[in-house]
T-cell receptor, first 114, second 110 residues
Framework: NAGVMQNPRHLVRRRGQEARLRCSPM?????VYWYRQLPEEGLKFMVY????????ESGMPKERFSAEFPKEGPSILRIQQVVRGDSAAYFC????????????FGQGTRLTVV | QKEVEQDPGPLSVPEGAIVSLNCTYS??????FMWYRQYSRKGPELLMY????GNKEDGRFTAQVDKSSKYISLFIRDSQPSDSATYLC??????????FGTGTSLTVIP
């Protein structure tokens, strides 16, 4: 049973470009969470999605960031017009049922904005 | 005040030692408590998951939750060099997100 799959593992973007981060949850999991980790900081919640629904996006910046989890295919975290401050590790986690159960993380996408 | 406080360390112990890692929190609504291990440039790996107060043991790992003191611990017995990593505590209540500590860096010296 494959774990949470994230790609790409590393992504370099120039300022102003768009970054698209993909996450395929574990088999049987329909709940996806995105977190951002900055150096020397803990993981910060961004958004929680179920298939075709955004349940909680309270941690996501209001501008430039969006997320989706379509009926078919992986969850996508999209960052438009990236800036240097967006450089971070972005982790996706999935769980089998709502919220407060074990969540399993992927290996992350390390975004570098140059 | 942060939701979750965790001493960043670094913590360095000899092989075979008992390691104690701790977190405190401020939100009395937290009921679900987790410990993750994260190796450098890797994703967090779930080690322990507990609900409410009490102890849970899994091999060399023991998780303790004291809700009255808002204090959780992870004990590692017979520590091994392969245990060298950053340990993250995480917790949640009725909401949808987990709140993480900043992590404690552990080095086990052979």
């Amino acid at each position: 049973n494959a774990g949470v799959m994230q790609n790409p593992r590393h992504l370099v973007r120039r300022r102003g470009q768009e970054a698209r981060l993909r996450c395929s949850p574990m088999k049987g999991h329909s709940h996806v969470y995105w977190y951002r980790q900055l150096p020397e900081e803990g993981l910060k919640f961004m958004v929680y999605l179920q298939k075709e629904n955004i349940i909680d996006e309270s941690g996501m910046p209001k501008e430039r960031f969006s997320a989706e989890f379509p009926k078919e295919g992986p969850s996508i975290l999209r960052i438009q017009q990236v800036v240097r401050g967006d450089s971070a590790a972005y982790f996706c986690a999935s769980s089998p049922i709502n919220g407060n159960t074990e969540a399993f993380f992927g290996q992350g996408t390390r975004l570098t904005v140059v | 005040q942060k939701e979750v406080e965790q001493d960043p360390g670094p913590l360095s112990v000899p092989e075979g030692a008992i390691v104690s890692l701790n977190c405190t929190y401020s939100n009395s609504a937290f009921q679900y408590f987790m410990w993750y291990r994260q190796y450098s440039r890797k994703g967090p790996e779930l080690l322990m998951y507990t609900y409410s107060s009490g102890n849970k043991e899994d091999g060399r790992f023991t998780a303790q939750v004291d809700k009255s003191s808002k204090y959780i611990s992870l004990f590692i017995r017979d520590s091994q060099p392969s245990d060298s990593a950053t340990y993250l505590c995480a917790m949640s209540g009725e909401g949808n997100q987990f709140y993480f500590g900043t992590g404690t860096s552990l080095t086990v010296i052979p």
